[in-house]
Antibody
Framework: QVTLRESGPALVKPTQTLTLACTFS??????????VSWIRQPPGKALEWLAL???????YYSTSLKTRLTISKDTSKNQVVLTMTNMDPVDTATYYC??????????????WGQGILVTVSS | DIQITQSPSSLSASVGDRVTITCRAS??????LNWYQQKPGKAPKLLIY???SLQSGVPSRFSGSGYGTDFTLTISSLQPEDFGTYYC????????FGQGTKVEIK
């Protein structure tokens, strides 16, 4: 059974750096074709993909946020970490991680973690 | 980045109705298009991957079609549990989602 769980602070102040961890089980990020992504969703709004890391440690970022994001993995802990710098109230959202298998150039998000609501406020 | 235009933004339909949601990509994306269902307060769930492949465990009333720039998600006979918001997502380049379609049951 594949599971993912996000962890991190529920509240951060403007200008601070957010660090979120995704701890997973049921698959390995050392398996060829396996990736993990981060996606967020502001309250009442659409989903927004943020970043992806693959089995070969290649990293991909949202064009609009790439200067603020860093994704990394610790395969020994089955964990993927996302940092986002210079947080702003508009970054208030539920942040999800998801297993992202890569098959023939396509990849999709399945399954997802339950999500963690992060509020940015002073 | 590739833009995805999803329509309609919302719809209301009766149980048993055939429902169609469309996504149009700003450039050709082959079959690199996936569909998700999200219920209030829950994480999205994968329904269709690679434009037309049904994810395991998803009812067969859901189907997907399309290639290139135009894609469709069809619910052949709407059921009460199908309420929620549906999103398409492309993985041809930097991943992007459509804006979502909220489905309500009349």
């Amino acid at each position: 059974q594949v599971t993912l769980r996000e962890s991190g602070p529920a509240l951060v102040k403007p200008t601070q750096t957010l660090t979120l961890a995704c701890t997973f089980s049921g698959f390995s990020l050392t398996t060829t074709g396996m990736c993990v992504s981060w996606i967020r969703q502001p309250p009442g709004k659409a989903l927004e993909w943020l970043a992806l890391i693959d089995w070969d440690d290649d990293k991909y970022y949202s064009t609009s946020l790439k200067t603020r994001l860093t994704i990394s993995k610790d395969t020994s802990k089955n964990q993927v970490v996302l940092t986002m710098t210079n947080m702003d109230p508009v970054d208030t959202a539920t942040y999800y991680c998801a297993r992202t298998p890569a098959v023939g150039g396509n990849n999709w998000f399945d399954p997802w973690g339950q999500g963690i609501l992060v509020t940015v406020s002073s | 980045d590739i833009q995805i235009t999803q329509s309609p933004s919302s719809l209301s339909a009766s149980v048993g109705d055939r429902v169609t949601i469309t996504c149009r990509a700003s450039q050709g994306i082959s079959s690199y298009l996936n569909w998700y269902q999200q219920k209030p307060g829950k994480a999205p769930k994968l329904l269709i991957y690679a434009a037309s492949s049904l994810q395991s465990g998803v009812p067969s009333r859901f189907s997907g079609s399309g290639y290139g720039t135009d894609f469709t998600l069809t619910i052949s006979s709407l059921q009460p549990e199908d309420f929620g918001t549906y999103y398409c997502q492309q993985s041809y380049s930097i991943r992007t989602f459509g804006q979502g379609t909220k489905v309500e049951i009349k």
